[in-house]
């Protein structure tokens, strides 16, 4: 039996825009624009019943971006502020947050996705990270698990999971950039959401290039299938 009449697959593609990408991105992913063929692929698959192009879409004050901060804790990739969580009744909850340069503002070529990427594909288009004050990594919730669009509609421009949940999505799988960060989290709230999640490691490159290991253990852990595109899984759909 195909693997179609099992499951009701979705395809996340994560973050693949400009500022992620050599040459010229500011938080570019070595490798990043390479992998833009076997995501072409993948979006060409007739089996998946919807897909999902994400794009991290900061407005210019947000938190993450190492010169919104003072000096001398405003250096990206070294520095980290304390985020407190936006919902109500939990702003007492904080965390820390690793600084950025400023990448993937709303309305710049920077958060532009790629033109290597077959957009034409895509079913849906989503925007995040669009709240000033927090992070989010994760297309389903934002840095502190914030799943309700109530809280998060100033993050995000649409309930991904509802919207998967419509059309009867059983599996998500999940590529893109970057793997220790976006495509990690979004993978790993695909679980949290009630989905069975899939990341194809061929098509995601991490920021720390020999940091691949480590996420796979994390993926794995968090109860994501990290496969390769040759699995018989995606073969059947």
């Known amino acids: 039996m195909a693997a179609t009449a099992a499951i009701k697959p979705a395809l996340v593609v994560v973050d693949m825009q400009e500022d992620f990408c050599p040459p010229n991105g500011s938080l570019a992913v070595q490798g990043g624009r390479e992998i833009s063929s076997t995501i072409n692929a993948l979006l060409s698959k007739p ?5 999902v192009l994400t794009q991290d879409y900061h407005p210019r004050n947000h938190i993450s971006f190492a010169s919104n901060h003072a000096e ?5 990739f070294i520095s980290s502020i304390t985020m407190q969580n936006p919902a109500p009744g939990k702003q007492s909850e904080t965390k820390p947050q690793q600084l950025w340069p400023i ?12 033109p290597e990427i077959d957009t034409s594909k895509a079913d849906l288009v989503v925007q995040k990270g669009k709240h000033p004050q927090i992070e989010m990594y994760s297309v389903f919730a934002d840095a502190f698990g914030n799943r309700d669009l109530s809280i998060n509609a100033q993050s995000v421009s649409l309930d991904v999971a509802a919207a998967l ?7 998500v799988f999940v ?10 989290y979004t993978a790993v709230d695909a679980v949290k959401a009630g989905f069975r999640s899939w990341v194809v490691e061929e098509a995601t490159r991490c920021v720390v290039p020999d940091g691949w290991g480590a996420v796979k253990g994390e993926l794995e ?3 994501v299938s990290v496969i390769s595109i040759m699995d018989p899984i995606i073969h059947g759909i």
Request: charged residues 20%.
């Open 165 to 171: 949940r419509e059309k009867g999505v059983t599996d």
């Open 221 to 223: 852990a968090a109860g």
């Open 175 to 184: 590529v893109g950039l970057a793997g220790d960060y976006c495509v990690k």
């Open 72 to 76: 001398p804790n405003n250096k990206p």
């Open 47 to 51: 089996g998946f019943i919807t897909r």
């Open 103 to 114: 990448h993937c503002v709303a309305d710049t070529p920077g958060a532009t996705i790629i």
